[in-house]
C-alpha cells in the first residue's frame, strides 16, 4: 500500500506539490497531469529518491524518509528518462541489480532469461548499454524494476518507447501483479492507455491533486465522453479548437 | 547545501550545462601539471627527462586520439551532427579531439620551466617538439582510424578487445623507453646522437639541427594530419556495423559489494580518462622507483614508491567517485546505503592503489628492498584510501552521493594524506629495520580498524 499524508515539494521559492494526499491499494492507480505539474517529483518522493519538504509518506507501512533503503527494498520504480550505466551490459546491468537485491543465482538467472525473452532483448545482452534505442532501454529500466518481485511499483511514463508487442506484455503483467494484490502507482501522457488500464486516476496540475475517482465516475462529472476531454477540461478548461484555428 | 547530495543530480546538471571544452582542457592540464611537477622533482638527468616526456606525450596522444574518439562515437555523441547542414564536421571533430590531447602538455611545463633557467632558446625549441609530438600521435591514431576504420560490434567484447589492446600496448610502451632510457641511458644518448634526425632523438639534437629538424617534420605532418583526420573521422561517423549471434546471461559469483565493486572497475576500464588516470601513476612512479633504486636502493625507494602511491589515494578515490556522473541516479533507485557506497569506493581505489604498491615495493626489492616492505605495502594505501572516503563522504546526509571534490577540499584532503603518511612512515624512517617496520605496520593497522569501525558507524552517527 502506498500512502501520502499532504505531501509538499518547493524547490526555493517555486512550490511543485501543494499538499497531496492520496491511498493505493492494491489497484493500479494512474497519476495524470500536464507537463510540469509535479508528476515526477511526485513519483520521486515516493520511490524514496527526493525528500518532500513537509507531510509523510509510507509505503507497505514504512516511513519513506526516516527507511528509504528499506522502501527501495519493496519498491520497483522505473523513471520516465530510464538513466542506466552506458559503459556497462545489459547482462552486467542486470547482474549489478540482481546482486544488490540479493537475488540468488538460479532465481537471477530464470528471471532475467524470462523477462529477455518477453520483452526481445535476448540479442542485446552482451551489448552495451550505450549502443540500445531508446525503446530497449526503458525494457531494461523495466526489467531492473520488476527483477526482485516488488509487492509497489512506480511506473513514470512507462509506455514510452515500447513498441506495441512490448506495451502489451507489460500491460497484461501489470493487471497480473494487481491480481497479486500489488499496488501501482502510474504516471502517463497518453490517456487510451489510462483509461484501459487504471482502476483510479487522479489529476495533478499545478500541484494539486484536483479530481480523484474512477475513470467512468469522472467523465459523469465532467460530462465528456473520453479521458482525454476529463483531463483538458480539469488541466487548462479551454477549448482546443479555438487555438488551432489561430495557428492554422 | 553544498555538500549535500539530495541537490546533487542539480549540482552534477548545473555542471553539464556549464560544461565547456576550456574548463574541461583546464582541468585536464592541472592533473598532468601536478604529474609534471613530481616529474620534474625526481628526474635529475635534463636528457633522460627530454626524452621520456617526449614519448610520453606521443603516446598519450594516440591514446587519447584513438580511445577517446571510440568511446565518444559509441555513446553516439556526433549522432545529432549527421542531420545538420553544418559542412567540415570531420574537421571540427579533430580538432576538438587535439585540443583535447594538447591537455597532457601540462605535464612538460614544470619541467620545461626548470629547463628554461638554464637554456632558454633550447628550451622553446624543445616545448615545439612537445606540441609536435602530441600534433604528431594524434595524426597517427587518425591513421589508425583512417586504415583500420571502426567496426561498431554490437557486442562490448569488441570494443573491450580494442581498448584492452591500447591500453596495453600503451603501458608497455611508455614503460620501456623508460627503463631503457633510465637503465641504458649512456647507450641509448650515443644511438640517439648518432640517429639524431629520427624522431623522438630529435629533441636531444644541437639547438639549430633541432629547429630545423622541426621544421622539415611539421612541413610532412601538418597536410597529412588535414588529409587523414578527415578521411578517419568520416570513417568514424559512419562506422560498419557488425551484427552477433544471440548472446547468454551468466550470473557473476559474488555478493552485493563484489557486484558494486566490479562495476566501478568496468567503468574505468572503459572511460579512458579513468583508464588514464589510473594508468599514469604507474607511468610515473615506475622511472622513480628505477631511478632511485639504482642511485641508492634500499630504505629510500621504499618510502619513495609507498608515499608516492598513497598520496594518489584521494586522486583515484575521486576518479572512480566522479566516474560515477549522472549515472548515480540509478544507483538511487536500489537499495544502497551511503555506507556500502562508500565502502564499495575504498575497496576498489585500495584494489588499485595497493596493486601498484605491490608492483613497486617488488621493484625496490629488486635494487635491494628489505622483504619487511611488503608488511607496509597494502595498509598505508588503504588508510589514505579510507581516510579521503570519509573526509569527502562527510556530508550530512544518509543518502548516495556525489560528494564535493572541488580543488580547493581535494588540496585540504591531499595535505591531510601528507601529513598522516608522513606520521605512519616516521618509525620506518628513523629505525629503518624490522622494529621500524613492524612499529609502523601496527600503527597502520591499528588506524585502519578504528576508521573502518568509524565507516560502519556512519549510519549511527548520522541519525
Known amino acids: ?248 | 547545501m553544498k555538500r549535500n547530495p539530495g541537490i546533487s543530480e542539480e549540482t552534477l546538471l548545473r555542471r553539464i550545462r556549464k560544461f565547456n571544452v576550456k574548463n574541461s582542457f583546464i582541468m585536464l592540464f592541472s592533473v598532468f601539471f601536478f604529474l609534471g611537477i613530481l616529474m620534474a622533482l625526481y628526474y635529475p638527468d635534463t636528457e633522460y627527462l627530454r626524452l621520456s616526456i617526449t614519448t610520453f606525450l606521443f603516446l598519450s596522444s594516440i591514446f587519447m586520439t584513438t580511445v577517446s574518439l571510440q568511446q565518444t562515437t559509441f555513446a553516439g555523441v556526433f549522432e545529432p551532427l549527421k542531420a545538420m547542414p553544418v559542412r567540415g564536421v570531420e574537421k571540427h571533430i579533430s580538432v576538438l579531439f587535439l585540443i583535447d590531447s594538447l591537455a597532457v602538455l601540462g605535464i612538460a611545463v614544470p619541467p620545461a620551466i626548470l629547463m628554461a633557467s638554464r637554456e632558454f632558446l633550447s628550451t622553446v625549441v624543445y616545448f615545439l617538439w612537445l606540441v609536435f609530438s602530441v600534433l604528431f600521435g594524434h595524426t597517427l591514431g587518425m591513421v589508425f582510424l583512417a586504415i583500420f576504420g571502426f567496426r561498431v560490434a554490437q557486442r562490448s567484447k569488441a570494443i573491450s578487445k580494442i581498448l584492452f589492446g591500447v591500453f596495453v600496448a600503451v603501458l608497455i610502451l611508455a614503460m620501456m623507453p623508460n627503463l631503457l632510457v633510465s637503465g641504458i641511458f649512456g647507450e641509448i644518448a650515443e644511438f640517439s646522437r648518432k640517429y639524431y634526425f629520427i624522431y623522438p632523438f630529435t629533441v636531444l639534437s644541437e639547438i639549430r639541427m633541432s629547429f630545423a629538424l622541426l621544421l622539415i617534420y611539421c612541413c610532412i605532418l601538418i597536410p597529412l594530419n588535414a588529409r587523414v583526420s578527415k578521411v578517419g573521422v568520416s570513417k568514424l561517423l559512419e562506422p560498419k556495423f557488425e551484427m552477433t549471434s544471440k548472446a547468454t546471461f551468466r550470473v557473476f559469483s559474488g555478493n552485493k559489494m563484489a557486484a558494486l565493486i566490479l562495476k566501478d572497475l568496468k567503468l574505468i576500464y572503459r572511460h579512458p580518462s579513468g583508464l588514464v588516470g589510473v594508468i599514469l601513476p604507474f607511468i610515473v612512479i615506475v622511472p622513480q622507483i628505477i631511478v632511485l633504486g639504482s642511485l641508492s636502493g634500499g630504505n629510500a625507494v621504499v618510502i619513495q614508491a609507498i608515499s608516492t602511491v598513497a598520496l594518489f589515494s584521494p586522486i583515484i578515490l575521486g576518479l572512480i567517485t566522479r566516474g560515477e556522473g549522472r549515472e548515480i541516479d540509478f544507483l538511487k533507485n536500489l537499495p544502497i546505503s551511503k555506507e556500502d557506497f562508500m565502502l564499495s569506493k575504498v575497496l576498489t581505489s585500495s584494489f588499485i592503489v595497493c596493486s601498484a604498491s605491490l608492483v613497486l615495493i617488488l621493484i625496490a626489492f629488486m635494487f635491494g628492498a628489505t622483504p619487511l616492505a611488503f608488511l607496509i605495502a597494502v595498509p598505508l594505501p588503504m588508510i589514505t584510501c579510507l581516510f579521503s572516503a570519509l573526509y569527502l563522504f562527510d556530508y550530512p546526509s544518509r543518502e548516495v552521493g556525489i560528494p564535493d571534490m572541488g580543488i580547493r577540499r581535494m588540496a585540504v584532503l591531499l595535505f591531510m594524506c601528507i601529513i598522516l603518511v608522513a606520521l605512519l612512515l616516521a618509525p620506518t624512517l628513523l629505525f629503518a629495520n624490522f622494529f621500524g617496520y613492524a612499529l609502523t605496520f601496527f600503527l597502520s593497522l591499528i588506524i585502519l580498524a578504528f576508521m573502518f569501525r568509524r565507516l560502519r558507524n556512519l549510519e549511527r552517527t548520522i541519525s
Open chain 1, 1 to 248: 500500500m502506498i500512502e501520502l499524508v499532504n505531501v509538499k515539494k518547493s524547490f526555493g521559492n517555486s512550490e511543485v506539490l501543494k499538499g497531496i494526499s492520496l491511498r493505493v491499494n492494491g489497484e493500479i492507480y494512474g497519476i495524470l497531469g500536464p507537463n510540469g505539474s509535479g508528476k515526477t517529483t511526485l513519483m520521486k518522493i515516493v520511490a524514496g529518491i527526493m525528500k518532500p519538504s513537509a507531510g509523510k509518506v509510507f509505503v507497505e507501512g514504512v516511513d519513506v524518509e526516516s527507511d528509504p533503503i528499506r522502501v527501495k527494498q519493496i519498491v520497483g520504480y522505473v523513471p520516465e528518462t530510464p538513466i542506466l550505466y552506458e559503459s556497462l551490459t545489459v547482462s552486467e546491468l542486470l547482474n549489478l541489480v540482481g546482486k544488490v537485491r540479493g537475488l540468488n543465482k538460479e532465481e537471477l538467472e530464470e528471471k532475467v532469461a524470462n523477462f529477455a525473452r518477453a520483452f526481445e532483448i535476448e540479442d542485446y545482452l552482451d551489448s552495451l548499454i550505450a549502443t540500445l534505442s531508446f525503446g530497449n532501454r526503458q525494457k531494461v529500466a523495466i526489467i531492473s524494476a520488476l527483477l526482485h518481485n516488488p509487492s509497489v511499483l512506480i511506473l513514470d511514463e512507462v509506455m514510452n518507447g515500447l513498441d506495441v508487442r512490448s506495451a502489451k506484455i507489460l500491460r497484461e503483467l501489470l493487471f497480473r501483479f494487481r491480481r497479486e494484490g500489488k499496488s501501482i502507482l502510474f504516471s502517463t501522457h497518453i490517456m487510451p492507455f489510462a483509461e484501459r488500464l487504471c482502476d483510479r486516476v487522479g489529476v495533478i496540475y499545478e500541484g494539486k491533486i484536483v479530481a480523484e475517482g474512477k475513470v467512468g465516475d469522472l467523465k459523469d462529472f465532467a460530462k465528456v465522453k473520453d479521458l482525454e476531454d476529463v483531463f483538458l477540461k480539469l488541466t487548462r478548461g479551454e477549448d482546443i479548437s479555438e487555438i488551432l484555428s489561430a495557428l492554422i
